[in-house]
């Protein structure tokens, strides 16, 4: 089987693609924002100004599918695809040996009133323990109220284990359950919803190694699948949306080039071959 497949279908319908089991399960959940997903957005309004008038994402849910979602299904799922909980000998940084956990676990980002379902519907699939996250932006989507009240600035998430700690690669450093969500202004924005790859990586390097599987069942732009690949983890994910896994796809494939280019030739050929195809 492929190291990185996405695959155009529910995460339900998962048996049929017999994929390994997860040391982290990465995703991001509708929020159930519904008809205000772009409230306080200027999104709202004809290129972001209310003199202009109400665009076409005024009154709109950000996905046809969010209703569809169903959080015990999710959860069912993610609890299944998890691997067992063991232990390993891993080497410290002074080069003493000892082991250590090997338990996986699983990052959701969600809205701040859904953690507490969340974490009920975890415990009813075995995923007793939790800490929460907070990802701090240094901007805010809010601009239009910037002026009347206090804006939101933090997306949130739950980081579910069973019962063993998670593998932890901190290096030595003490990790904040506070972090600073690292803007991305240079990649092409493919989902609205869409997390930074470099804060994605971030997470990746914390709680897998090198080799490790990384799963995402709701994929959209497939940035979770792209950072894995980056940092050479097996990853899988589902996305229904045709669109999405269209462009996901092509994103991944894209880097998968670049990894083969930097392999064979040190540097990323076909990017170069686009801007000046008479090189090669």
């Known amino acids: 089987m492929k190291e990185t497949l996405l695959f155009h279908d529910h995460f339900q319908n998962y048996k049929r693609y017999n994929i390994p089991k997860a040391q982290l399960l990465i995703a991001d959940i509708p929020y159930n924002l519904g008809n205000n997903a772009y409230a306080s957005n200027p999104a709202w309004y004809k290129d972001g100004d209310n003199t202009n008038g109400e665009s076409s ?10 209703k569809d979602f169903r959080p015990a299904e999710f959860m069912h799922f993610c609890s299944t695809m998890l691997k067992k909980e063991d232990r390993v000998e891993r080497t410290e940084a002074d080069g003493t040996k000892r082991l250590k956990s090997n338990a996986p676990c699983m990052l959701v980002f969600c809205e701040f009133e859904q953690q ?13 323990r939790y800490i929460n996250l907070i990802f ?13 009240k206090v804006v939101g600035n933090c997306e949130y998430g739950l980081l ?13 450093k003490m990790i904040f359950n506070c ?7 240079e990649t092409e924005k493919l989902h609205p919803t869409q997390k930074p790859v470099e804060l994605l990586k971030k997470i990746i390097e914390i709680f897998t190694d090198e080799g490790d599987v990384v799963i995402d069942p709701c994929a959209g732009s497939g940035s979770s699948l792209v950072a894995a690949l980056e940092l050479n983890r097996k990853t899988y994910g589902f996305e229904i949306k045709k669109k999405f ?13 670049t990894k083969k280019d930097m392999e064979e030739y040190g540097f990323n050929k076909s990017e170069l071959e686009k801007i000046q195809p008479t090189l090669f």
Not at 160 to 172: A, I, Q, S
Not at 179 to 185: A, H, L, T, Y
Not at 245 to 256: F, K, Q, V, Y
């Open 245 to 257: 896994h269209h462009d996901a796809t092509n994103w991944i494939n894209e880097t998968l080039q």
């Open 179 to 185: 972090m600073d969500w690292e803007r991305d202004s």
């Open 116 to 128: 507490f379902s969340l974490i009920e519907l975890g415990k009813k699939h075995g995923l007793n």
């Open 136 to 148: 701090r932006k240094n901007f805010s989507a809010q601009v239009l109220k910037a002026n009347m």
């Open 57 to 66: 994402l005024a009154g709109k849910e950000f996905f046809d599918t969010d």
């Open 160 to 172: 579910f284990y069973r019962d063993r700690l998670p593998k932890f690669n901190n290096k030595g």
